[in-house]
């Protein structure tokens, strides 16, 4: 181990953790702050009375071979289950196949609406929309405005809050298969043997058997095991900086004991980077505070519902595209795992998107059971009265927005905190402000834990840049990310 102060990490999910460990590897001193009481952040497993919920649904794939292999070197190969990769839209009564089934897309859309989706979108090839720097004109331009507004607009603005033409497109470029309706059909049409030129999406992942929250906790026994430690419930309430060498020189944190001011080399901050900016002391100027103070968040209900094995369905889940449900997508626990469901029972995970302060969030656990029961009745996925129990679980700032002024703001922060304190490190989906997959937000930490131990230069902000879609099969073994709630052609 170094003989300095070493790196504080703020924040035991998926990049904290991994930054932890990578640090310990290359024999730097680590010390792991969480302000929640367990670990894994979005990437917890949630366990009630036996039950146990995935939050939001975790595909364990990747295209990078390092991520990979640090997953495999945490939990052995047989803590991991090989499981299908099955989702469906269900929008009018009827399930869609996705990815696109010509047959069933024609059988329950009618031809007289089919024809109309393929009259828009010979309209929009041949006048495109012109603006297309937001999530509307984007995805209309690639499939037409009638599939756009069938299969995109309704669930995309009850996963944002917004209108869609108020979410910016880049974001759509990273989640959606970046194909036109013509090569969606083509895909669809072609014998499966004659496939073999045609990126398409994983059929299978690779699922730790009881849940993402495994690998998080297992990881945490390898960094307390090797020399690091990992305090829950604990809170860093301010990073102190030195304004005259530019540098992060300790952090203060509460916890049951307490206050306390714990001196730090390296400062990795996982917690969302407008908390980050308010943290700072003496505090960032007021054009940094401001702009983070307009980055803004969307939060996550879980409403999970035990019911007999009988209504369960082979899809991990079902996207709900009826603007009547206020439900957005619903999860089978039983078709991620068998070990996360018991007694011939499976567990359906309703999914709410919303904002902290919304009357939702706020509204007892008892009230959000009986809406979901009834939401789940309505669209005719059970039978009345065979709800047996339910359970509710909130995530706050489950999703960084990416509005028209998010760039903007993530540009001014992350350009004061490179001039103004360097040795501090964003990383992860809410640390960078960035839509990243599980293993995105883990290669960051990794390449700032050998910036860190080795000086080696990596740009972490040039990671999942790339625009293209983040479930096409890959040439190496299947692996993980966080698969995003869009709708397909999508997370």
């Known amino acids: 181990m170094d003989d300095g102060n070493g790196t504080v990490v703020i924040g035991a999910g998926p990049a904290g953790l991994t930054a932890a460990y990578e640090l310990l590897r290359h024999g730097e001193t680590v010390r792991v702050y969480e302000a929640d009481e367990v670990v894994g952040g979005i990437s917890r497993t949630v366990v009630r009375d036996g039950w146990r919920f995935d939050i939001g649904g975790h595909r ?17 190969d047989e803590d991991f289950l090989l499981r299908p990769r099955m989702s469906r839209i269900y929008y009018r009564g009827a399930l869609y196949d996705y990815p696109l089934n010509a047959t069933n897309a024609l059988r329950n859309l009618g ?42 607009k ?52 690779q699922y730790p058997k009881h849940g993402p929250g495994m690998m998080w906790e297992r990881c945490t026994e390898e960094v307390e095991k090797r020399g690091g430690t990992v305090r829950l419930n604990t809170w860093v309430a301010a990073v102190h900086r030195d304004p005259a060498t530019r540098r992060a020189t300790a952090v203060t944190v509460l916890d049951a004991d307490g206050e306390r001011t714990e001196p730090a080399d390296h400062v990795i901050s996982s917690m969302p980077i407008s908390a980050l900016v308010h943290a700072m002391r003496p505090a960032a100027p007021p054009e940094v505070r401001a702009a983070a103070d307009d980055l803004r968040y969307r939060d996550f209900l879980t409403v999970a519902l035990v019911v007999p094995a009988e209504f369960s369905f082979p899809d991990n889940w079902i996207y709900v595209h009826d603007p ?31 904002f ?24 005719g996925l059970v039978r009345p009265g065979c709800v047996e129990t339910g359970y509710v ?21 992350r350009g004061w905190l490179a001039r ?25 930490a990794m390449l700032t834990a050998e910036n860190i131990a080795h000086g080696a230069g990596h740009d972490v902000w040039t990671v999942n840049v790339e625009q293209d879609y983040h479930e096409q099969k890959a040439p190496s073994r299947h692996g993980t990310g966080r698969d995003a709630p869009i709708m397909p052609a999508r997370r």
């Open 111 to 152: 031809l007289r609406e089919a024809l109309r989706c393929v009259g828009s979108y010979g309209r929009a090839r041949l006048r495109p929309p012109r603006d297309q720097s937001h999530f509307e004109g984007w995805v209309s331009a690639r499939f037409g405005w009638r599939l756009y507004s069938i299969f995109f």
């Open 154 to 205: 309704t669930y995309t603005e009850k996963v944002w809050g917004m209108p869609a033409d108020q979410l910016q497109a880049d974001w759509a470029a990273q989640r959606i298969k970046n194909l036109s309706l013509s090569t969606a059909v083509l895909n669809a049409l072609l014998p499966r043997r004659n496939r073999k030129d045609v990126t398409s999406l994983i059929e299978e992942f």
């Open 356 to 379: 902290e302060d919304d009357e939702m969030w706020r509204t007892p656990d008892a009230d959000l059971i009986a809406l979901a029961t009834a939401e789940l009745e309505r669209l």
């Open 324 to 354: 009547a449900a206020k439900v957005g997508r619903i999860q089978n626990f039983g078709s991620w795992s068998p070990y996360l469901v018991k007694d011939g029972r499976t567990c359906l995970g309703l999914e709410y998107f919303v």
């Open 60 to 76: 364990f794939f990747t295209k990078v071979s390092r991520v990979e292999d640090f997953w495999h070197e945490i939990l052995p």
């Open 420 to 444: 103004e304190v360097e040795n501090v490190h964003p990383v992860g989906r809410n640390g960078m402000h960035r839509y990243n997959n599980a293993d995105h937000s883990m290669l960051t």
């Open 393 to 413: 679980v909130r995530m706050p700032k489950a999703y960084p927005v990416y509005d028209e002024h998010y760039q903007h703001n993530v540009d001014v922060i």
